[in-house]
Nanobody, 124 residues
Framework: QVQLVESGGGLVQAGGSLRLSCAAS????????MGWFRQAPGKEREFVAA????????DYAASVKGRFTISRDTAKNTVYLQMTSLKPEDTAVYYC?????????????????WGQGTQVTVAS
């Protein structure tokens, strides 16, 4: 079992930065692939970024590539999403997700564990 807790959301001006954290509990965190998704009001949950269990493979949605960076600190059982050059369209609830296995995964249904989400609001 893995429990995930996100933090770091908030209100920021367009062009600003935020760093989201996702703290995971569980002894086998090393063997979990991780992902970030987001859901804006009235829209479906969408893929943002993913990282393999080794941290060697990452991938991003086209809309955030070059602006967001996903990373993980195995010693701290934490995954991060560094967000820069934020835009109003990045406003959403951001969710952390986990699943056992290597590689990167892009579909929400591929993940078994989810956090409660953290709100990110980008003001224009």
């Amino acid at each position: 079992q893995v429990q995930l807790v996100e933090s770091g959301g908030g209100l920021v001006q367009a062009g600003g930065s935020l760093r989201l954290s996702c703290a995971a509990s569980g002894r086998a965190f090393n063997y979990y692939a991780m992902g970030w998704f987001r859901q804006a009001p009235g829209k479906e949950r969408e893929f943002v970024a993913a990282i393999s269990w080794s941290g060697m493979i990452t991938d991003y949605a086209a809309s955030v590539k070059g602006r967001f960076t996903i990373s993980r600190d195995t010693a701290k059982n934490t995954v991060y999403l560094q967000m820069t050059s934020l835009k109003p369209e990045d406003t959403a609830v951001y969710y952390c997700a986990a699943r056992r296995g290597d590689g990167v995964y892009y579909i929400a249904n591929d993940y078994n564990y989810w956090g409660q989400g953290t709100q990110v609001t980008v003001a224009s």
